[in-house]
């Protein structure tokens, strides 16, 4: 029989305690983004959100609520195009008003939070686990929901005791335009989606054709996320500022104006053209882009003045 070594039990407890803590961290370092294998962005918290040098673009965790840091090879995109910064429209997690934009659009191109915020709009004061109840989700995901949309203003909570109550804010209380704005467009397309049980008017709202293998509400939000992701990577703003500032332009003439690759361009033209945001045009038997003037949807149409407006005013 083998005698009872201390030295050798204390040791295997040892590492076997060193093994658990260090499972522990990896574990914790993955839920914040770090040591994902996606690539080599890192993890910020949204509420200490860097500026356009030391940041860059927000992109959506796994659940779709963590957010993770611009590439640093696009903030020195950013800041290349952008020698000159004007905070007109101040971002209420700081950084430059394009890193807001990108921000905004990719927290609401979620169809979760986009129906958490409709739920909200049309029973303000629910309690987090109301909502929870209602979504048939977990309260620390929905929480974790509510969060990133409150801290940009889109929705605002509010303690009383145990409870969390979560209701969308007056646009008298956001200061940010772009946000009152998007909030207004929201709660006008949550109106018409109520108002309408056969929703034909919601479709001409969001240009949708009937698909029979969706829901109703599968529909209006798979419409919604599709326009909000002409506007979700920095290039495509960068790209769409350009063009509304000096008109059509070749690929050649933007990539040199807005220090960006020909292939990054390729592809960012090419999702604006899906998105019905650009057309081609002929100038001088050269092939150039143009914004397209009006935007077929009436939501998309909307949408884009909005994005628009904040363009002109970050340039």
């Known amino acids: 029989m083998r005698s009872h070594d201390p030295l050798r039990s204390a040791s295997s407890q040892f590492w076997s305690a060193s093994a658990c803590r260090c499972i522990g961290l990896w574990r914790a370092l993955r839920w914040t983004g770090i040591g994902k294998p996606m690539d080599s962005t890192i993890s910020v918290p949204l509420g200490k ?42 971002s209420p997690v700081g950084g430059h008003p394009m890193d807001f934009i990108v921000l905004l659009c990719r927290l609401l191109a979620n169809d979760l939070r986009l129906r958490i915020h409709f739920i909200v709009a049309g029973g303000p004061g629910l309690a987090i686990s109301q909502l929870g109840d209602e979504m048939g989700l977990d309260q620390p995901k929905v929480s974790d929901h509510v969060k990133l949309l409150a801290d940009v203003r889109l929705l605002e909570t509010r303690p009383a005791g145990r409870f969390v109550h979560v209701s969308v ?21 949550w109106k018409q989606v109520r108002a309408n049980s056969t929703h034909a008017h919601v479709w001409n709202w969001l240009a949708l054709a009937p698909e029979p293998h969706l829901k109703p509400w599968d529909a209006v939000a798979a419409r919604i996320v599709f326009f909000l992701t002409g506007y979700t990577h920095l290039r495509r703003l960068l790209i769409i500022r350009h063009l509304a500032l000096h008109g059509p332009a070749t690929q050649t003439q933007m990539c040199e104006a807005i220090r960006m690759s020909p292939n990054a361009a390729s592809r960012q033209l090419d999702k604006l053209r899906r998105r019905g945001l650009v057309q081609e045009v002929k100038i001088q038997e050269a092939t150039a882009w143009r914004l397209v003037d009006v935007p077929e949807p009436p939501f998309q149409r909307r949408l884009h003045a909005l994005v628009l407006d904040a363009l002109r005013h970050s340039a």
């Open 49 to 90: 959100m860097l500026g356009v040098h030391g940041a860059g673009e927000l992109l959506r965790g796994k659940d779709g609520a963590g957010l993770r840091a611009f590439r640093p090879c696009e903030s020195r995109a950013t800041a290349k195009a952008n020698s000159t910064h004007a905070h007109v429209w101040n």
């Open 169 to 189: 804010p007056s646009a008298e209380s956001v200061t940010n335009t772009l946000v009152r704005a998007l909030n207004g467009l929201l709660l006008e397309t």
